[in-house]
């Protein structure tokens, strides 16, 4: 199932339980974290800044994935487009 989830899907896993201050089954985070770095790609300003915020508030940060959404957004361009919530979560 993990293995099919598009970037929204992933980022929005950790923000509810980010935001509802769940902890995260064991296994969960780890494998979020696999599968956004296969489809980092594919991540938008919406994704990233939704991923990172959970990570920060989790107290769950995967620092290869988070090096990856960083050199994402500037070699896109991502930076460019973030909205200023979008921008204040990171």
Known sequence: LMDDLPPQ???NLLWSHAMLGL???DGVFSSVCQRARHVI?????F???NM???MA???AVDYELFDMLANHTVATGL???FPAT???QL
């Open 9 to 11: 899907s992933l980022s």
């Open 23 to 25: 902890t995260l089954a």
């Open 41 to 45: 790609s594919e991540f938008v300003e």
């Open 47 to 49: 994704d990233v800044s």
């Open 52 to 54: 990172c915020w959970a």
């Open 57 to 59: 508030t989790l107290d």
């Open 79 to 81: 930076w460019k487009r």
């Open 86 to 88: 979008s921008a204040s």
